[in-house]
Nanobody, 129 residues
């Protein structure tokens, strides 16, 4: 069926790096904007990044600019999030979410699940010494 599956989360020390992957099955991710969001225990869900259809543009939260890079490989039906110089505040469950439509949606900082057509199950990232 239609699914998004995140992978790559791990325990990492501050200053370390991780690469998360979001893989789609059952539908073609090529026609979807893909966002990364995260949520730490007891905190509100936070928008992290997004990549536009065909990767023509990317956006990042101020808190991760210069450290995170989002990319997509439509041939593999995946979107990756490279995370460098990780900080304890980066700890949380990371989700990818895809939004498509005939209107060819652009990147946004929307955090509600209702905004997206598909939402992954999440992968845990813990940044701690």
């Amino acid at each position: 069926q239609f699914q998004l599956v995140e992978s790559g989360g791990a325990l990492v020390q501050p200053g370390g790096s991780l690469r998360l992957s979001c893989a789609a099955s059952g539908f073609n991710l090529r026609f979807y904007v893909v966002a990364w969001l995260r949520q730490a225990p007891g905190k509100e869900r936070e928008w992290v990044s997004c990549i536009s259809i065909r990767g023509v543009g990317t956006d990042y939260a101020d808190s991760v600019k210069g450290r995170f890079t989002v990319s997509r490989d439509d041939a593999k039906n995946t979107v990756d999030l490279q995370m460098n110089n990780l900080k304890p505040d980066d700890t949380g469950t990371y989700y990818c979410a895809a939004r498509g439509g005939r209107n060819l949606p652009a990147c946004s900082d929307e955090v509600t699940k209702e905004h997206y057509n598909y939402w992954g199950q999440g992968t845990q990232v813990t940044v701690s010494s």
